[in-house]
Every structure is written in structure tokens, then in C-alpha cells.
């Protein structure tokens, strides 16, 4: 008997539902924000990864596919940001195109333990906006971030933003930090003896607890940036806070990966234990020139999908959207709701009903296993007064509604 490999997923036809319903909020979440889609290779060059990531980033040196065919060695990807870039610089996107605006979706390949929220091949969804150093464009993408969880309905996910300023402030962040473990060296567990010299950065992503606590206890502050990286922060946060989307500036957000500069985030949801990041990113100004491009700001991220269905496990039963269902009582109410059940769908309106006259209990069960928001609710009363009742099932409220007035309403709500 032949086994998948462990931290790989087969994702069987009754699990289809609920990762279409990702594709389609995110796909028209995206073209909302005038986004096109990228389908770059999984295969790439593994030297990409190594120059993007860089040579100590955790993910190059443990965790890549490598594929040996010749002299050459190609990697499953394990992200998409250095693919993109590489795509950008490769067909002359620049020229092209003034501000490039990209999303993507597909899998994604690390060598890690699995574990909950944590497999070998994964999925993202994400976004790369490249051409542009403006702090708007950080607002535009953490914002958009933000709206794509609201569309998937995950309400609890917080959101940590810092700046690692530019190379030079990185390199003096870098420094202060030196300076500040120096000391406490000896304490730091053996990976984060190397991370000292190599990456020291790294230094506090580490999750040994002894390192945890001392790197509490480091006082990280943001006198490392410089004025134009200041003054960039600033206007992020400005653009956000007038946008109302909620975020803490946390000084010990550095992420693992070499090509960041400035602006970087995450967002994180209590509900997941230890892989509790389901989303993450931020602004590379110097990728695309060093990977032989033109000078070009940028800036991304990607969701983890299954951390995603996690966080939001109605979107991964398939049931996001907003569903009607249809409920009946009485024969004249049937026919009546088939009318309407009509007329939902044909004004774009997903909509189910239960057509083996079960009692309203059975039928609102019905509705429930459905994933339905709303059930449309039509008795005698209602077909004597030209009403229906709307019943908003995540509140568990109910109100009379007009007949004339059910689709309009439906489409505001929905
Ligand atoms: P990342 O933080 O490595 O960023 O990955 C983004 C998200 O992918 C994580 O927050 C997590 O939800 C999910 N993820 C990562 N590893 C795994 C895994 N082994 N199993 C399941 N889910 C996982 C990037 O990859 C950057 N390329 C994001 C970016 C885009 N930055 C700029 N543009």
C-alpha cells in the first residue's frame, strides 16, 4: 500500500467546496482592488531561493525540495514572492506595465515537521505590488490583507507591523541587537550561537524557551531608522489608522526571510496554537535590483490557506458566500418558494431549498448543515400579508420583510 507523504494532503472531492469558496472570495476580492492573477512555474532555479531568501534563511538551508536533474538543482518553490520577481524582471513586466499589481494562489513546498497548520506542501494565497515605494501602497496591501479576512468572515485575527527601515538601518538593528545579547550569549541555544554571526535577526523568531525570555527582555525600540524610513512608518500608520484597520506595532517582528526592508507584518490568530501566523509580508525595495531587475520598490504577502480553513471552518466547509435557504410550511407556501428560489438565483443569489416537505425544525437543520446566512421563512401568514420572514442565522434574528423587497434586501446584506 502505497502512503501520501507525510505533511502532503490529498484534497478529496467533499473537501472541493470548501476550497473553491477560497478561490472565489479571494478572486473577486482582488479584482475589487485591480489585481491580475500570475501563474508562475513551481520549479524554479534553487539559486533563486538561496539569493531571494538568503543562504542563512531557514528555509534555504532545511527546508527546500531540491531536485538534482544534471548539473542543474531546482527547487519546489517554497514561496512565491522570488517567482514573481524573477517572472517580473523576465518578461519585462516593468516595461510593460507602469505599477504592477499581482495575486496568486497555488502550492507551496518546505521540508518541515509536520504537525497541526504545518505541512510540506501548503497552499498560498497572495499578492505582490511591484514598481512603487510609496507608503500607500503598504496601506493598499495590508488593508486589502485585511479585507480578505473579513470576506472569509475570521474576525479574530490580530495584525503586528513593524519596520526593519532600510539596509543600512537593518544592519544597525542588527548591531544594536549584537550588542545587546552579547552578554547573554552563552545562554542562547546552539542555533542561536550561529544565528549570532550569521543572522542575528533570526535571534528573535527563535522558539526555545530560554531564548524566548531573554529576547523579552531586549529593549528593541526604533532608534535604528533612519529619517526617510521614519518618516515612510509614519504614513503607513497614518493610512491605516484613517482606514480604521486595527494593528500593534510589535519592534520584535523581524521575519525570517533576507529580502525585507521597511514594512513587514503578520497576522496571527489566537484560535491555532503554536502555527498560529496565518498570513504574512511586507516591502522588499531592493529585490527586483538584486535579482537584476531595474530598481523598483515593492511590496506583498501571502495567507496560508490551510491555516486559513483553520480560522474559518464554514469558508472550508464550503459554506461562505451568502446562502439563502428557502423554508416552507404548507403546500400554497411551497410553490410560493419556488418562485423565490427562482428569483434569488436568477438575481445571482447562491440559494437552496428543501423540497422533501420537512417540518421548519427539520428544515432549519437543514439550512444549518448548508452553511445558510439567511433562510427565507414563508407560512400562510406570510403568503396572506406579501411578507416573508428573513432569519439572519449567525445573529439568530428574525424580521418581516416586503415580498417586493427580498432581493434588494438580500443584495445589501449579502
Ligand atoms: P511566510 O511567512 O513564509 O511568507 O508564509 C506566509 C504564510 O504561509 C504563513 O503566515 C503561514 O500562514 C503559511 N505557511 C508557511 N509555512 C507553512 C507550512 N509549512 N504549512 C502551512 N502553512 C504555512 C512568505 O512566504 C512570503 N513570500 C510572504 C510575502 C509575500 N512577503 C512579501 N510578499
Redesign the pocket.
Known amino acids: 500500500m502505497f502512503k501520501r507523504i507525510p505533511?502532503t494532503k490529498d484534497i478529496l472531492p467533499a473537501d472541493i467546496a470548501g476550497w473553491q469558496e477560497f478561490e472565489r472570495i479571494s478572486d473577486a476580492v482582488f479584482k475589487r482592488y485591480h489585481y491580475s492573477e500570475i501563474r508562475p512555474p513551481l520549479l524554479e532555479e534553487a539559486r533563486l531561493f538561496d539569493r531571494s531568501l538568503g543562504e542563512s534563511a531557514e528555509?534555504v538551508q532545511k527546508q527546500m525540495f531540491l531536485i538534482r536533474h544534471g548539473e542543474d538543482v531546482y527547487a519546489l518553490r517554497?514561496?512565491?514572492?522570488?517567482s514573481i520577481v524573477r517572472a517580473y524582471i523576465e518578461n519585462n513586466l516593468d516595461k510593460t506595465q507602469g505599477l504592477v499589481k499581482l495575486y496568486y494562489r497555488g502550492p507551496?513546498f518546505?521540508c518541515?515537521r509536520p504537525q497541526k497548520?504545518?505541512?510540506?506542501q501548503?497552499h498560498?494565497i497572495?499578492?505582490?505590488v511591484i514598481g512603487t515605494s510609496s507608503p500607500e501602497a503598504d496601506v493598499e496591501v495590508i488593508s486589502l490583507a485585511a479585507e480578505l479576512l473579513r470576506a472569509f468572515g475570521i474576525k479574530d485575527a490580530t495584525l503586528q507591523l513593524n519596520s526593519l527601515g532600510c539596509a543600512q538601518d537593518k544592519k544597525q538593528l542588527a548591531q544594536a541587537l549584537r550588542t545587546q545579547l552579547e552578554p547573554q550569549r552563552p545562554k542562547l541555544c546552539e542555533e542561536c550561537q550561529v544565528r549570532f554571526d550569521k543572522n542575528v535577526l533570526r535571534i528573535l523568531d527563535c522558539k526555545n524557551e530560554t531564548c524566548r525570555q531573554i529576547v523579552a527582555g531586549l529593549k528593541l525600540g526604533d532608534s535604528y531608522l533612519c529619517a526617510e524610513c521614519r518618516e515612510h512608518f509614519g504614513r503607513v500608520r497614518a493610512g491605516l489608522d484613517a482606514l480604521k484597520v486595527s494593528y500593534e506595532v510589535s519592534p520584535h517582528l523581524v521575519?525570517?526571510?533576507d529580502?525585507?526592508t521597511r514594512t513587514v507584518f503578520?497576522?496571527k490568530h489566537a484560535g491555532l496554537g503554536a502555527?498560529d501566523?496565518?498570513?504574512?509580508?511586507?516591502r522588499?525595495d531592493n529585490l527586483v535590483q538584486e535579482l537584476g531587475g531595474p530598481q523598483a520598490g515593492a511590496?506583498?504577502?501571502?495567507?496560508?490557506v490551510?491555516?486559513?480553513m483553520l480560522a474559518a471552518p464554514s469558508v472550508a466547509a464550503g459554506m461562505g458566500g451568502c446562502t439563502v435557504y428557502v423554508a416552507t410550511m404548507g403546500d400554497a407556501a411551497r410553490s410560493e418558494g419556488v418562485t423565490v428560489l427562482h428569483e434569488l438565483r436568477t438575481a445571482g443569489i447562491t440559494a437552496d431549498m428543501d423540497y422533501a416537505g420537512k417540518s421548519l425544525k427539520g428544515t432549519m437543520r437543514a439550512a444549518n448543515d448548508a452553511g445558510a446566512r439567511y433562510v427565507v421563512i414563508i407560512g400562510d401568514d406570510e403568503l396572506h400579508n406579501r411578507t416573508v420572514t428573513l432569519k439572519d442565522m449567525a445573529h439568530q434574528e428574525q424580521r418581516q420583510v416586503a415580498r417586493q423587497d427580498l432581493i434588494k434586501e438580500l443584495k445589501s446584506s449579502c
Open positions: 505533511g528555509i517554497p514561496e512565491g514572492t522570488a507551496m518546505r518541515e497548520g504545518r505541512l510540506r501548503f498560498h497572495g499578492c505582490e521575519r525570517g526571510l529580502y525585507y503578520e497576522f502555527q501566523a496565518i498570513g504574512a509580508g511586507g522588499y511590496i506583498g504577502f501571502a495567507f496560508g490551510e491555516r486559513l
